[in-house]
């Protein structure tokens, strides 16, 4: 059984750092691209990163500069480094993995999700 778990949210004050993880069990993903997405109360889920099984990464404009994703394959874990958070950011952060299309920003295109980890960001 194929699953993805997600760790390291909580409450940080804005301009603070978390970093997140996501391991995943069940079988590998070195070969595919794997995913952060976020939703908000009372907003659709959106798209925060991504990054191919080559380590290249794509971040939304909202996070670029502040937000690192990275993958550990050997650990089966991806990572997202949040850092000068604001309180936008506050959001219940998802892991994706294994799209089934080329666009790595829509979250209908993965196969794979974890339940999610909530962080939120105090002003």
């Known amino acids: 059984q194929v699953q993805l778990v997600e760790s390291g949210g909580g409450l940080v004050q804005a301009g603070g750092s978390l970093r997140l993880s996501c391991v995943a069990s069940?079988?590998?993903?070195?070969?595919?691209?794997m995913a952060w997405f976020r939703q908000a109360p009372e907003k659709e889920r959106e798209f925060v990163a991504a990054?191919?099984?080559?380590?290249?990464?794509h971040y939304a404009d909202s996070v670029k500069g502040r937000f690192t994703i990275s993958r550990d394959n050997a650990k089966n874990t991806m990572l997202l480094q949040m850092n000068s958070v604001k309180p936008d950011d506050t959001a219940v952060y998802s892991c994706?993995?294994?799209?089934?299309?080329?666009?790595?920003?829509?979250?209908?295109?993965?196969?794979?999700w974890g339940q999610g980890t909530q962080v939120t960001v105090s002003s």
């Open positions: 069940g079988r590998t993903f070195d070969h595919t691209a």
């Open positions: 994706a993995a294994e799209p089934t299309d080329w666009n790595l920003t829509s979250p209908r295109a993965y196969k794979y």
């Open positions: 990054i191919r099984w080559s380590g290249t990464t």
